[in-house]
Nanobody, 125 residues
Framework: QLRLVESGGGLVQSGGSLRLSCEASGFPLDDYAIGWFRQAPGKEREGVSCISRSGRMTNYADSVKGRFTISRDNAKNTVYLQMNSLKPEDTAVYYC??????????????????WGQGTQVTVSS
């Protein structure tokens, strides 16, 4: 079974940067489109970004466009989320997920079959 483990979260000041990693084990990661999601306290989980199996196609939520970059290294079985110009409203638990059709990878969380446990990102003002 595919297992996903997120890392790279932490506490950063507003305007700072973090890079999240989502490392897969159990199956080759290039079998799957990968999405990043986040859930802030008291809010519903929302899509942040996703990437196709090859990495040639990406998609971003409007709230992070121009600040976040998703990428993947299939040789390392890892997907990354580079987060720059962080804002306090980016504070959330960030999750990666796998196995969704790319066409719905940001809008349809129910299409994902595998989820990581999440990593906390806290942005102080």
């Amino acid at each position: 079974q595919l297992r996903l483990v997120e890392s790279g979260g932490g506490l950063v000041q507003s305007g700072g940067s973090l890079r999240l990693s989502c490392e897969a084990s159990g199956f080759p990661l290039d079998d799957y489109a990968i999405g990043w999601f986040r859930q802030a306290p008291g809010k519903e989980r929302e899509g942040v970004s996703c990437i196709s199996r090859s990495g040639r196609m990406t998609n971003y939520a409007d709230s992070v466009k121009g600040r976040f970059t998703i990428s993947r290294d299939n040789a390392k079985n890892t997907v990354y989320l580079q987060m720059n110009s962080l804002k306090p409203e980016d504070t959330a638990v960030y999750y990666c997920a796998a196995d969704s059709p790319f066409i719905t990878c940001l809008a349809r969380q129910d299409k994902y079959n595998y989820w990581g446990q999440g990593t906390q990102v806290t942005v102080s003002s």
